[in-house]
């Protein structure tokens, strides 16, 4: 399961799974962000403004729960991604947007003997960040090079425009990445 579907991440996240053939359940905020996990690859979309996923993944799943479980809302989806994994599931934190749980019940993380693990970019070391951008390398470009993945750029904004990028950003109407576009013969300044 992926959570922010259409997101930069969950749209990634979406296309190397469907490289690898999982079966692909998505949260997405809108029909339109629905119709772009579906094409991106996603199998099963949970518009969660229509339905709670906790009680579709069940019913889709037959009961059994999914493996995998990628969070970039944090949140009550915590708690929610535990009652929906399956038996010695794997839930990856890799953003928290929703902020820190509260009053996290754990029950579940240990009765299913599920591992819960929390990954960011920005604390690691240049060593592991050379280690990852070589996996990528090995593992990501030779698909992004055959066209089987391609990064949703949403919108293109000058570094004068910052502002406008994060309106954009907070709006929660993004599909894909917003990029900012450096001039290097403008002074920053």
């Known amino acids: 399961m ?21 079966e692909i359940y998505t949260t997405v905020g ?3 962000k629905a119709e772009v996990a579906q094409k991106l690859g996603a199998n099963h979309v949970i518009n969660y403004r229509e339905k709670d996923f906790a009680t579709e993944i069940p ?6 729960g999914v493996d995998v479980i990628l969070d970039i809302i944090g949140g009550d989806y ?10 010695f ?5 890799v953003g928290m947007m929703k902020g820190a749980p509260k009053n996290l019940n754990m029950m579940p993380l240990m009765l299913k003997r599920l591992i819960h693990t929390g ?6 070391t240049p060593e592991e960040k050379t280690h990852i951008a070589q996996e990528l390398k ?7 090079i055959k066209g089987q993945i391609k990064p949703i750029i949403n919108a293109v904004f000058s570094l004068q425009e910052v502002a406008k990028a994060h309106q954009l950003m907070e709006s929660g109407d993004l599909i894909g990445k917003v ?5 290097m013969n403008k002074s920053l300044v």
């Open 59 to 64: 019913v889709l799943t037959q009961g059994k």
């Open 78 to 87: 915590v708690e929610k991604n535990y009652q929906v994994a399956a038996k």
């Open 138 to 144: 090995q593992q990501v470009w030779p698909l992004i």
């Open 179 to 183: 990029v900012l576009e450096i001039d």
């Open 119 to 124: 990954s960011t970019m920005r604390s690691r």
């Open 2 to 22: 992926i959570h922010g579907g259409t997101s930069g991440i969950g749209s990634m996240a979406i296309m190397l799974a469907h490289n690898l053939g999982c």
């Open 89 to 93: 599931g794997r839930v990856i934190q």
């Open 30 to 32: 809108s029909k339109e």
